[in-house]
């Protein structure tokens, strides 16, 4: 990967507005509005949690499926408890910079 200021604000920016944030807004968002309405709030909270958890089993990891689990039943409390959704997309998009974009390229290993 190109060390380019430029590329890495530009990829950056990517992850941060077409991975994450369109993503969360729709399934936290809009999703978890309707969910609520339909189910309720403690089953919606248990739902999405596993949705998340669902989509990372593709990386054959139990720790990873694990960690998606509590991560994502925290953000669902969080989101339950303040409202809007800022505060955990920005939350989940500096954790994803740091493992797609900055660990990669360290090269520790």
């Keep these: 990967m190109p060390n380019s200021p430029n590329l890495i604000v530009v990829s950056f920016v990517m992850v941060f507005l077409m991975h994450g944030f369109r993503g969360r807004a729709y399934i936290l968002g809009f999703s978890s509005i309707q969910c609520n309405k339909n189910v309720g709030k403690v089953?919606?909270?248990s739902f999405f949690p596993?949705?998340?958890?669902?989509?990372?089993?593709g990386n054959h990891a139990f720790?990873?499926?694990l960690i998606a689990f509590i991560a994502s039943?925290?953000?669902s409390y969080t989101k339950e408890q303040t409202g809007p959704i800022y505060g955990?997309?920005?939350t989940q998009e500096l954790t994803d910079i740091m493992l797609f974009l900055i660990m990669p390229s360290l090269n520790v290993l």
């Design 88 to 90: 955990i997309s920005v």
């Design 73 to 75: 039943m925290l953000f």
């Design 43 to 45: 089953e919606s909270n």
């Design 63 to 65: 720790v990873d499926c």
């Design 50 to 57: 596993l949705v998340f958890t669902v989509l990372h089993i």
